[in-house]
T-cell receptor, first 114, second 111 residues
Framework: EPEVTQTPSHQVTQMGQEVILRCVPI?????FYWYRQILGQKVEFLVS????????KSEIFDDQFSVERPDGSNFTLKIRSTKLEDSAMYFC????????????FGSGTQLSVL | GENVEQHPSTLSVQEGDSAVIKCTYS??????FPWYKQELGKRPQLIID?????GEKKDQRIAVTLNKTAKHFSLHITETQPEDSAVYFC??????????FGTGTRLKVLA
């Protein structure tokens, strides 16, 4: 069964450093998402991406965040200057049909900002 | 703003008993309601979903019911097994790209 894959599984960084989280969505999916989950809390929407542009973003997704689809397979989340409160599990997700359709999540990247 | 409330936060049941998890959503425009199961340290996995034009959906031991008037939807697991132990999240979507998740229910099935 096709899966969304994410790398790295764990990322440790110093506060103020830039990080890039990488995702390979399911190959025939067209809609891509980033969510995050702070330990023990609910999954929170960050951003959705379709046709090479952001479809929707949350208030969490401020100017420190950016997304990119640099080629036909990868989807990345960049945090320009990490803060302690950015520490969380970041999940990439994809769906085949877009709004109101099944989301398939990757296995996540645990980001720890020291 | 949009919100999904989920209860209970923890639930312990004896193996073989039923478990019910309830969610309430705030946005009446919500029309898609998935449920995800998340085992410790793993990704959320979709287990069942329902759309607003359907009142109930069943898949083996799992069922979901939707009451649009009350803006409630519930997950029912019958004949629970130890492998059902996990955190369960409900979510709601208005048909936009954003899914609002509930706060999660930690289900423990006691053998």
């Amino acid at each position: 069964e096709p899966e969304v894959t994410q790398t790295p599984s764990h990322q440790v960084t110093q506060m103020g450093q830039e990080v890039i989280l990488r995702c390979v969505p399911i190959s025939n999916h067209l809609y891509f998402y980033w969510y995050r989950q702070i330990l023990g809390q609910k999954v929170e929407f960050l951003v959705s991406f379709y046709n090479n542009e952001i479809s929707e973003k949350s208030e969490i997704f401020d100017d420190q965040f950016s997304v990119e689809r640099p080629d036909g397979s990868n989807f990345t989340l960049k945090i320009r200057s990490t803060k302690l409160e950015d520490s969380a599990m970041y999940f990439c997700a994809s769906s085949g049909q877009g709004a109101g359709e099944k989301l398939f999540f990757g296995s996540g990247t645990q980001l720890s900002v020291l | 703003g949009e919100n999904v409330e989920q209860h209970p936060s923890t639930l312990s049941v004896q193996e073989g008993d039923s478990a019910v998890i309830k969610c309430t959503y705030s946005d009446s425009a919500s029309n898609y309601f998935p449920w995800y199961k998340q085992e410790l340290g793993k990704r959320p996995q979709l287990i069942i979903d329902i759309r607003s034009n359907v009142g109930e959906k069943k898949d083996q031991r799992i069922a979901v019911t939707l009451n649009k008037t009350a803006k409630h939807f519930s997950l029912h697991i019958t004949e629970t097994q130890p492998e059902d132990s996990a955190v369960y999240f409900c979510a709601a979507s208005t048909g936009t790209y954003k899914y609002i998740f509930g706060t999660g229910t930690r289900l423990k099935v006691l053998a």
